[in-house]
T-cell receptor, first 113, second 112 residues
Framework: DQQVKQNSPSLSVQEGRISILNCDYTNSMFDYFLWYKKYPAEGPTFLISISSIKDKNEDGRFTVFLNKSAKHLSLHIVPSQPGDSAVYFC????????????FGTGTSLTVIP | DGGITQSPKYLFRKEGQNVTLSCEQNLNHDAMYWYRQDPGQGLRLIYYSQIVNDFQKGDIAEGYSVSREKKESFPLTVTSAQKNPTAFYLCASNPQGTGELFFGEGSRLTVL
């Protein structure tokens, strides 16, 4: 059973506009959430994270929002750049998960110049 | 520089052969992980280890084996019992209980 879900396999956005990537989770034991960016044939690189004690975390053009009651998080990229084109994975972990990390299926973002 | 090194980057194997993927880290991290990525799927956990000489099965451990004899090394063996071994394999590490996963560059295994 998929505990972390990314329901949009792909997203296309015009350069300079906002990209919003969504992620839902089912396990209430998760208390740490992460976003990774991945290019083909490479390992994922860490982008940004958020702890469950916060509802927002910002790092430059990237902002992650967490809605615990809805078990939903989102990654906002503003402004989007062509170099942002990649697959984005959300992941979740928690004290009750034995230090395991659970990943979504990914969203392929294309930023159109 | 500190990081995770996976080798080989590309590997071809005939059906029925075992193959071992190497993962070495110099980050002094306690926890290490092996994930598998298939097209259209997320990263699925094969095995993980939180300390030397101890490891646990992930969601898709069947047909795989690991060892953790040294803190910096966590090799994965893909055995002939693994029915669909062609995939992209990712090794990761994590300082125990904190922070994010750090990933290697991955190993692409193709079974001919």
């Amino acid at each position: 059973d998929q505990q972390v879900k990314q329901n949009s396999p792909s997203l296309s956005v015009q350069e300079g506009r906002i990209s919003i990537l969504n992620c839902d989770y089912t396990n209430s034991m998760f208390d740490y959430f992460l976003w990774y960016k991945k290019y083909p044939a490479e390992g994922p690189t860490f982008l940004i994270s958020i702890s469950s004690i916060k509802d927002k975390n910002e790092d430059g053009r990237f902002t992650v929002f967490l809605n615990k009651s809805a078990k939903h998080l989102s990654l906002h990229i503003v402004p989007s750049q062509p170099g942002d084109s990649a697959v984005y994975f959300c992941a979740a972990s928690g004290m009750g998960t034995g230090n395991q990390f659970y990943f979504g299926t990914g969203t392929s973002l294309t930023v159109i110049p | 520089d500190g990081g995770i090194t996976q080798s080989p980057k590309y590997l071809f194997r005939k059906e029925g052969q075992n193959v071992t993927l190497s993962c070495e880290q110099n980050l002094n991290h306690d926890a290490m992980y092996w994930y598998r990525q298939d097209p259209g799927q997320g990263l699925r956990l094969i095995y993980y280890s939180q300390i030397v000489n101890d490891f646990q099965k992930g969601d898709i451990a069947e047909g795989y084996s690991v060892s953790r004899e040294k803190k910096e090394s966590f090799p994965l063996t893909v055995t002939s019992a693994q029915k669909n071994p062609t995939a992209f394999y990712l090794c990761a590490s994590n300082p125990q209980g904190t922070g994010e996963l750090f990933f290697g560059e991955g190993s692409r295994l193709t079974v001919l």
